[in-house]
């Protein structure tokens, strides 16, 4: 059995066809806008994962907040992997915030125990 398959336009075979056109076939890309949506997102969220960014982004193209055809999940882990590779820092600033805050409530409360045990002397 063979499997031989004739494409023709207009009667005309298209492989001799020199003018006919191949189809336009819409691969999936990260715009510059889908760019800095992931860029965006981090900021606000360091623990945020790339299947949560690439959720984020599904949504926002039928809503036309983002324009072309999804992305592949792939590309939103590569692009993610290297921000987070040159952003090390960014990454780990919000544990440090917190652990900031934490000391200087522990500090607040050490300096109040210490001036009530003045004031009860």
């Known amino acids: 059995m063979s499997i031989l398959a004739s494409i023709s336009v207009d009667g005309k075979h298209t492989m001799l066809d020199t003018t006919a056109l191949s189809p336009i076939t819409t691969l999936p890309v990260l715009t510059t806008n889908m760019k800095t949506c992931i860029l965006e997102r981090p900021t606000e969220d360091a623990a945020i994962t790339p299947e949560a960014l690439f959720g984020i982004i599904c949504k926002k193209i039928p809503r036309l907040t983002l324009g072309g055809p999804p992305p592949l999940l792939s590309q939103v882990q590569s692009h993610t992997k290297k921000r987070r590779k040159a952003h090390k820092r960014d990454a780990v600033q919000p544990m ?12 607040k409360k050490r300096d109040w125990y210490m001036e009530a045990t003045v004031n009860m002397i």
């Open 96 to 107: 440090i915030d917190l652990c900031s805050r934490y000391m200087l409530d522990n500090l």
